[in-house]
């Protein structure tokens, strides 16, 4: 079956993601699954349908699949590792990977949706093991270190983008604690990202298209970051 075309998030979409915020368990989930379905799922994938085209076309080698699972990752948490928190995520995420394996250790775009505002973002949310270690070389290099912090000067001077994640409360051992990219030796990710109300433009078509203008603009940090990984 086809997928609809994109029309935007209806207010329903967020308004379910508020109530389920209020009433995240089980039976008030099962309850409202064809709320779920009709508000959160049928658009969303209608948006990955709408998006992944362009977006593939900015960033040759993104993958998206506009199915449950694929590019709209599925709402249920997996409670066999995670004890003491809510069986759902509390928002809808949108997910335009990089390579086969669907892996969120490489730079990807993605589209997250709350009751109440909407995270558009690109990078890696966490690095780890060699990754890690080569974007701390990479951000004391003066070369590349300097093109990363240009990269991020166009985008978050002004604040229409941000930095988003964690840091270290100092730089780590072996790099200078004085250098002028500490800020950046101390964070454990690289992800940039717009976090807004939810915008007008949630509710039509144009949502998509405003998206894929703000995943142009992020593309110098997926760049960047396959860059160091070459």
Same mark, same amino acid.
């Given at each position: 079956?086809?997928?609809?075309?994109?029309?935007?998030?209806?207010?329903?979409?967020?308004?379910?993601?508020?109530?389920?915020?209020?009433?995240?368990?089980?039976?008030?989930?099962?309850?409202?699954?064809?709320?779920?379905?009709?508000?959160?799922?049928?658009?969303?994938?209608?948006?990955?349908?709408?998006? &992944?085209?362009?977006?593939?076309?900015?960033?040759?080698?993104?993958?998206?699949?506009?199915?449950?699972?694929?590019?709209?990752?599925?709402?249920?948490?997996?409670?066999?590792?995670?004890? &003491?928190?809510?069986?759902?995520?509390?928002?809808?995420?949108?997910?335009?990977?990089?390579?086969?394996?669907?892996?969120?250790?490489?730079?990807?775009?993605?589209?997250?949706?709350?009751?109440?505002?909407?995270?558009?973002?690109?990078?890696?949310?966490?690095?780890? &093991?060699?990754?890690?270690?080569?974007?701390?070389?990479?951000?004391?290099?003066?070369?590349?270190?300097?093109?990363?912090?240009?990269?991020?000067?166009?985008?978050?001077?002004?604040?229409?983008?941000?930095?988003?994640?964690?840091?270290?409360?100092?730089?780590?051992?072996?790099?200078?604690?004085?250098?002028?990219?500490?800020?950046?030796?101390?964070?454990?990710?690289?992800?940039?990202?717009?976090?807004?109300?939810?915008?007008?433009?949630?509710?039509?078509?144009?949502?998509?298209?405003?998206?894929?203008?703000?995943?142009?603009?992020?593309?110098?940090?997926?760049?960047?970051?396959?860059?160091?990984?070459?």
């Amino acid at each position: 079956m086809d997928t609809p075309r994109f029309t935007g998030f209806p207010p329903a979409t967020f308004a379910f993601l508020r109530a389920l915020a209020r009433h995240n368990d089980r039976e008030w989930f099962t309850a409202h699954k064809r709320e779920y379905d009709d508000d959160c799922v049928a658009p969303s994938l209608a948006f990955v349908a709408a998006v &992944g085209p362009r977006l593939a076309s900015l960033s040759p080698g993104i993958q998206f699949a506009p199915q449950l699972g694929g590019s709209l990752l599925r709402i249920h948490r997996d409670l066999r590792f995670v004890r &003491g928190t809510k069986p759902y995520k509390e928002y809808l995420d949108l997910w335009f990977w990089r390579g086969d394996d669907k892996g969120r250790d490489a730079a990807s775009f993605s589209v997250r949706l709350h009751g109440d505002r909407v995270v558009i973002g690109a990078g890696i949310r966490v690095l780890a &093991g060699d990754q890690l270690t080569a974007y701390r070389d990479a951000v004391a290099d003066p070369k590349r270190g300097k093109k990363l912090a240009t990269v991020l000067g166009e985008l978050c001077d002004g604040g229409r983008y941000a930095l988003a994640g964690k840091s270290l409360s100092r730089v780590p051992s072996g790099f200078d604690a004085e250098h002028p990219r500490a800020e950046l030796l101390r964070r454990t990710g690289l992800f940039v990202c717009r976090d807004t109300p939810v915008p007008k433009s949630a509710a039509s078509a144009k949502f998509a298209a405003e998206c894929v203008e703000h995943f142009a603009r992020m593309v110098p940090i997926t760049r960047w970051l396959q860059s160091i990984a070459a």
